[in-house]
């Protein structure tokens, strides 16, 4: 999952996908926030992601983000911000009751959420996508992440 916001602050969303082990998605969402910061727009993400998994009834084993931060704060257990506590207490208690580990990764193996939480933000949308209707823009980076392709970004 992974959390954009364009301006920092200024709009904002979040999106994610939910894998199973051999790494093919099975549900992605996107949700626009409006207004905020990136921390907001992360942990909001990470809260919905892990919400639409229970509702679903999907069992997840860990959430991994690129925010060290984010990762960090359930670590340590304190939130990031006060602005965003109401989803993060939500999120504590979500991954505490299923048992949930948040592991940081790096930005570079984080692409497809990374794509999905910049569409929310960019095209002020929410939607869960499953199946067929995964997002085309998305399509690449999942058969790339699949098949353990290494991903490089210029700077």
Known sequence: ????????????????????????????????????????????????????????????????SDSLVLAQSFILDKCPSWKCSWWWRISKSLLNKFNITVLHVYRETNRVADALASFACERGYSSVFTGSSFPHFCKGPVVLDKTGFPSIRLV
């Open 1 to 64: 999952m992974d959390g954009a916001c364009k301006g920092n602050p200024g709009p904002c969303g979040g999106g994610g996908c939910l894998r199973d082990s051999n790494g093919d998605v099975h549900l992605s969402f996107v949700y626009f926030y409006g207004h905020g910061n990136s921390v907001i727009a992360k942990v909001r993400a990470l809260c919905d992601g892990l919400r639409l998994a229970e509702h679903r009834g999907l069992s997840i084993s860990a959430v991994y």
